[in-house]
């Protein structure tokens, strides 16, 4: 210790003592840093592995609730290209039923007049 040879006077030791608490304070000061930068460093870690881990678990919810909708939307998808077959076939059939129709209403007409 360098402050041995101020031992005797009382200005001596103050002088000693005050070196000792500067260097004891940048010491804590340092020591501090590293301790807040080495949490910070923790921190950042484990919230990035969280907010990894809940971006998986909501990609795997989107993609279940997707599966879901197709599988409630396909029966109807199914039915509704059904229906539209259906549709266009009967549309081909139906001109001959609308002729006989205008002729058997315009009968009926000519059988009111009567």
């Known amino acids: ?13 103050e002088v000693c003592l005050e070196s ?5 304070d940048e010491h804590f000061k340092a020591l501090a840093n590293a ?6 460093e923790s921190f ?14 909501n990609a795997h919810e989107l993609e279940k609730k997707t599966q879901a909708i197709a599988a409630m939307v396909e ?7 059904q ?3 259906v549709v266009e076939q009967l549309s081909g ?6 002729k006989i129709f205008r002729i058997y209403r315009g009968n009926c007409k000519a059988d009111r007049g009567s």
């Open 44 to 57: 950042l870690t484990i919230a990035q592995e969280k907010l990894k881990s809940a971006q998986n678990d």
């Open 1 to 13: 210790m360098a402050c041995r040879q101020f031992k005797g006077t009382k200005a001596g030791l």
């Open 20 to 24: 000792e608490r500067a260097g004891l």
């Open 83 to 85: 229906l539209n077959g």
């Open 75 to 81: 029966p109807v998808q199914k039915h509704l290209l």
């Open 35 to 40: 301790t807040l930068q080495s949490n910070s």
């Open 93 to 98: 059939r139906t001109k001959p039923f609308v």
